[in-house]
């Protein structure tokens, strides 16, 4: 079946600009993470959904960054006023639940940003 | 909190050797753990877990065992090939931080024929 899908694969943007990052979980998967992949820090927890709430948005680096899941399903990573520290690559992964530590996360292919 | 520490890389082996990733974690719970690979231009994949200790992961000839008394989980595999080359990451969830992953910094394998 279908896997976790991302786009776009890449975006390049301008200092200043706002971003959105897509993403497609695995159909009827609950839990859904939102993890960045960068040089200097390695992977990241940013924010996790179960259903269309985020009980746990502890990783966000700051203000200018949001996300929201729509329908239980696709989420936007939103990310205001982007700063070349924010060059990194986003990765979203789903489970069919949290409910036990037995479900394996399964991961998009990322979305590369690049902020000049 | 929850952290891991893994063997710093890059490491370097030839074809058919022996291999070891160390990992060890610290967790407040009793968490599950994982290994990720990521090979070159993919996606992060999950390679094998274990659930709880004493139990062993094992995948594509690739071994690790939960050892709760040294809070350790590393990877072994005895006979590489040019196909493993690929970034490994050690990671472990909880129910205490809402099953989010904890990763290692990832360790870089390249394996030449």
């Known amino acids: 079946g279908a896997g976790v899908s991302q786009s776009p694969s890449n975006k390049v943007t301008e200092k200043g600009k706002d971003v959105e990052l897509r993403c497609d979980p695995i159909s009827g998967h609950t839990a859904l993470y939102w993890y960045r992949q960068s040089l200097g820090q390695g992977l990241e927890f940013l924010i996790y959904f179960q259903g269309n709430s985020a009980p746990d948005k502890s990783g966000l680096p700051s203000d200018r960054f949001s996300a929201e899941r729509t329908g239980g399903s696709v989420s936007t990573l939103t990310i205001q006023r982007t700063q070349q520290e924010d060059s990194a690559v986003y990765l979203c992964?789903?489970?069919?639940?949290?409910?036990?530590?037995?479900?394996?996360?399964?991961f998009g292919p990322g979305t590369r940003l690049l902020v000049l | 909190g929850n952290s891991v520490t893994q063997m710093e890389g890059p490491v370097t082996l030839s074809e058919e050797a022996f291999l070891t990733i160390n990992c060890t974690y610290t967790a407040t719970g009793y968490p599950s753990l994982f290994w990720y690979v990521q090979y070159p231009g993919e996606g992060l994949q999950l390679l094998l877990k274990?659930?709880?200790?004493?139990d062993k992961g094992s995948n594509k000839g690739f071994e690790a065992t939960y050892r709760k008394e040294t809070t350790s989980f590393h990877l072994e595999k005895g006979s590489v090939q040019v196909s493993d080359s690929a970034v490994y990451f050690c990671a472990l969830s909880d129910r205490g931080s809402n099953y989010k992953l904890t990763f290692g910094k990832g360790t870089l394998l390249t394996v030449n024929p």
């Open positions: 274990a659930t709880k200790a004493d």
């Open positions: 992964a789903s489970s069919l639940s949290a409910s036990g530590a037995k479900e394996t996360q399964y």
